[in-house]
């Protein structure tokens, strides 16, 4: 091989490194941390005169993926309302470095996200609806006090979340 | 068809009004066909100990999760005269893929296509798998997930094993229900 050829092989190798490590330290910054019954609770409960919207999802959930984007435009819509937006992933905690964080990279997720921390899936369920059967994704709005007024099973569109929205902030 | 399925549903909402509490829900009949396209009634089976009847999915992960633990299952209890039924639901999963995913994971079992989803609706189905068991007068005994391990690696609860144990040892159903998050069932639109 040529000097010149030599050259631009170890370039290209040291550009791609770059890259990769620049993927992986953004990978890393995003955080999500694991939510349990009491940190729940507490989300609950400090709801600071503004609405919770909150979203149950799983990277191997299609629906889910699906209107993923559509939460999107909608925190964005709605980033001058009262409203926290978060979201708490049904993947394993060990599959947030694999899977979850791409996945909300890949999104540009731009609200909280969680992944389920509960010892057993059945106490994250009934703890949010017990005539819920936990079927993904599903979306529940709670008001300014911590009271449940909503639950939008099943994939939504941004018509939908946004009527419902606009209906609570009145 | 249709004018059963109403007469199916208002004898189910009939049932859930006038069931007390701590009275199990029966189930009325109702036939579907399978992949191959053999009709098959819940009365075939009337003669069975128990009937399992798991809602299940081609394309869900977490259905799939289950294919190995499903036929196990199956093949541990079918010559116990429990009768075992999967019944796809999905809108958007065919007869042929049902049949095609059912013989590349070795499914023995009957499976059935819920065309229109109206099984589904009438059991009240939300996701796969979902399993609900029937006992010999079609009551329903157990409904739930199949055990508490998505993944297969750390089962605690072997919830539908346990219930059919004991339905076979003629014993209560201790634990009637539970819950698992799942895939949404996809409907036809309303």
């Known amino acids: 091989m040529k000097p010149r050829g030599n050259l631009l092989t ?18 890393r910054e995003l955080k999500v941390e694991k939510i349990d019954k009491k940190k729940l609770e507490d989300i609950l409960k400090n709801r600071n005169q503004k609405l919770l919207f909150l979203n149950l999802w799983a990277t191997w959930c299609v629906p889910c993926r699906e209107e993923f984007p559509d939460i999107i435009k909608l ?20 599959e947030v470095n694999s899977k979850v964080i791409p996945f909300l990279k890949k999104q540009k997720a731009n609200f909280t996200s969680f992944v389920n921390g509960f010892d057993k899936d059945e106490d994250l369920i009934n703890m949010l609806d017990k005539n819920w059967n936990g079927a993904l994704p599903s979306t529940f709005i709670f008001d300014k006090s911590g009271k449940k007024v909503s639950l939008l099973e099943g994939k939504q569109t941004y018509k939908i979340f946004k009527n419902e929205l606009d209906r609570l902030l009145k | 068809m249709k ?3 109403f007469i199916s549903l208002l004898f189910l909402i009939f049932s859930l009004i006038n069931t007390k509490a701590d009275e199990p829900i029966k189930v009325t ?6 992949y191959n396209g053999k009709e098959h009634s819940l009365t075939d089976y009337k003669n069975s100990k128990a009937i399992v009847i798991i809602f299940i999915a081609t394309q869900c992960p977490v259905s799939n999760a289950y294919n190995e633990r499903m036929e196990k299952l199956y093949q541990d209890y079918k010559d116990k005269n429990v009768a075992f039924i999967g ?3 999905n809108k958007q999963e065919s007869i042929e893929e049902i049949a095609e995913h059912a013989k590349k994971h070795n499914l023995n079992f009957t499976i059935l296509k819920d065309t229109g989803n109206k099984i589904a609706d009438m059991f009240n189905a939300s996701v796969t798998p979902e399993v ?10 157990y409904h739930g997930r199949i055990d508490d391990s998505r993944r297969g ?14 339905i076979l040892s003629n014993k209560n159903v201790s634990v ?15």
Request: glycine share 2%; aromatic share 12%.
């Open chain 2, 29 to 34: 009949n109702f036939t579907l066909k399978d």
């Open chain 1, 10 to 27: 170890a370039l290209l190798f040291l550009f791609s490194i770059l890259i990769l490590t620049t993927d992986e330290a953004q990978v």
């Open chain 2, 176 to 190: 009637k229900e539970t819950k698992a998050f799942g895939c949404t069932i996809k409907r036809v639109e309303q």
């Open chain 2, 153 to 166: 690696d750390n089962i605690q609860h072997q919830d539908l094993r346990k219930a059919l144990d004991e």
């Open chain 1, 75 to 94: 925190v964005n819509d709605y980033k001058n309302k009262p409203i926290d937006f978060y979201g708490i992933s049904i993947d394993y905690p060990d």
């Open chain 2, 3 to 5: 004018r059963n399925t």
């Open chain 2, 87 to 89: 019944i796809n639901s």
């Open chain 2, 132 to 141: 609900f068991v029937l006992n010999k007068d079609f009551n329903i005994m």
